[in-house]
Nanobody, 125 residues
Framework: VQLVDSGGGSVQAGGSLRLSCAPS????????LSWFRQTPGQEREAVAV???????DSADSRKGRFTISKDKPKNILYLQMNNLTPEDSAMYYC????????????????????WGKGTLVNVSA
């Protein structure tokens, strides 16, 4: 399976973006879907995850502003990002894993199996 992430762009602070991730194959066996972010010189960090049963978890720094969801019939993963700040600027990657647990902490520690190529988000002040 390949993941194609999109939806990034340039917005002003306070704006919103919705990222999308469409798999080219069947992700049904992948238990955990997620969004990660990475800035230059930093490691990728999980932003939000969603398990196969729809349970979600988000990084504390973005709870209340970022929402992960998935369209099951279309098999598309989304990340709705509201009230963006310049600190949210980063390359965002969708990812899938067939492992548990599906939490931000666990995925930061144990990683993911499949990655998208990333979509760039730039938030200006």
């Amino acid at each position: 399976v390949q993941l194609v992430d999109s939806g990034g762009g340039s917005v002003q602070a306070g704006g919103s973006l919705r990222l999308s991730c469409a798999p080219s194959g069947n992700t049904g066996s992948r238990y955990c879907l997620s969004w990660f972010r990475q800035t230059p010189g930093q490691e990728r960090e999980a932003v939000a995850v969603i398990s196969k049963d729809g349970t979600t978890d988000s990084a504390d720094s973005r709870k209340g502003r970022f929402t992960i969801s998935k369209d099951k019939p279309k098999n598309i993963l989304y990340l709705q990002m509201n009230n963006l700040t310049p600190e949210d600027s980063a390359m965002y990657y969708c990812a899938a894993a067939g492992r548990t647990p599906c939490t931000v902490q666990a995925r930061n520690k144990y990683g993911m199996d499949v990655w998208g190529k990333g979509t760039l988000v730039n938030v200006s002040a």
